[in-house]
């Protein structure tokens, strides 16, 4: 499934004044962020040999987590058309932009360091022997917090409180996984703006994993 473009902001409702203002800030200092390292980010003319190599941690990271979010952003879309509660519509809307932006802004990475979107090496191979494969990947799930086919066809085909209820403890496995490689990455990666949006993933993830956790709990539920 093909996620709509996140800049689409056509039927977006409006969110409760009471509910994380920080959400919708979070997304425009994402932006603004993201215009600053794609600036900053790149090796000049002078020094190529500078940019990250193929088999680098900041070259793994960028075309794993550019997956991951892709999943974050498809998931997002499918539960904005299950559900009418304003409150999961505006927490996917926010998540959907927040993390196009990012996955924006690592491929770009990827092509200003003339590297490939893909690696014959598989998924998470920068990570191995670094200790941080703690959150295991489930059968059918590309990478650590990613839901399965079947996952995401149960999603598509739920409705109402069921479907927020999933994909509120799809999610916070989801950023579970995204904060496993992000952390893996602010040790790792050598380019510093890159560790700095890591650690900024980490910040925002956490804050949306106990956001995600009260809206589970008003709902009768929990992470998983």
């Not at 919708?24 to 794609?38: H, M």
């Not at 993390?99 to 690592?106: D, I």
């Not at 491929?107 to 920068?126: E, H, N």
């Amino acid at each position: 499934m093909t996620a709509p473009d996140a800049t689409d902001s056509d039927d977006v409702p409006a969110r409760k004044p009471s509910r994380a203002p920080w959400a919708v800030a979070a997304a425009a200092v994402s932006v603004a962020l993201g215009l600053l390292l794609w600036l900053v980010a790149a090796p000049g003319d002078d020094d190529s040999s500078d940019a990250p190599t193929a088999a680098s941690a900041d070259a793994g990271f960028a075309r794993d987590m550019a997956v991951h979010h892709q999943q974050a952003v498809e998931m997002s879309y499918i539960v904005r058309d299950r559900t009418d509660d304003e409150d999961v519509r505006r927490l996917a809307y926010d998540i959907a932009q927040t993390q196009a932006n990012q996955r924006g802004m690592l491929l770009g990475w990827l092509d200003l360091w003339s590297l490939p979107k893909t690696s014959a090496d598989g998924y998470m191979a920068w990570m191995e022997g670094d200790g941080h494969m703690g959150h295991e990947t489930k059968d059918g799930s590309l990478m650590p917090g990613m839901a399965t086919p079947t996952e995401i066809g149960r999603l598509g085909k739920a409705g109402g409180k069921a479907a927020e209820i999933l994909y509120l403890q799809l999610m916070t496995d989801h950023h579970m996984g995204g904060v496993t490689m992000a952390r893996a990455c602010a040790k790792q990666c050598e380019v510093p703006q890159e560790r700095l949006l890591a650690q900024g993933m980490v910040q925002g993830q956490q804050s949306e994993m106990e956001l995600m956790a009260d809206m589970l709990k008003e709902r009768g539920s929990a992470p998983r």
